[in-house]
């Protein structure tokens, strides 16, 4: 499974970014699984933000990002969004998106596919 984020950045506080996975893998069932956003800043352990099941429609947030961040996904595109709003300093971290879980969880351990993952640089 090939999972490829995009869409890192340097940006001021305040402001805002758009995070993308594109899922590519022949026969690989997007329906089937749940998708997980994650990030790791720097001397720091790599923490869940957000995660959703495409199978339930469940959808869960760290509470660091409620009402700042929204996880959508584009089934037709086999891609998973990371809409971020808001963006505080504290948020600059590598994001890395994962998936191998067919239910939504925020820690990493259920998670066997990862991206490379892109950076995210937030400016005071």
């Known amino acids: 499974v090939q999972l490829v984020e995009s869409g890192g950045g340097l940006v001021q506080a305040g402001g805002s970014l758009r995070l993308s996975c594109v899922v590519s893998v022949p026969g690989f069932e997007f329906d089937d699984y749940a998708y997980g956003w994650f990030r790791q800043a720097p001397g720091k352990e790599r923490e869940g933000v957000s995660c959703?099941?495409?199978?339930?429609?469940?959808?869960y947030y760290e509470d660091s990002v409620k009402g700042r961040f929204t996880i959508s996904s584009d089934n037709a595109k086999n891609t998973v969004y990371l809409q971020m709003d808001s963006l505080k300093p504290e948020d600059t971290a590598v994001y890395y998106c994962a998936t191998g879980s067919r239910w939504c969880y925020l820690q990493s351990k259920n998670y066997h596919y990862w991206g490379q993952g892109t950076q995210v640089t937030v400016s005071s």
């Open positions: 959703i099941s495409i199978a339930d429609r469940s959808e």
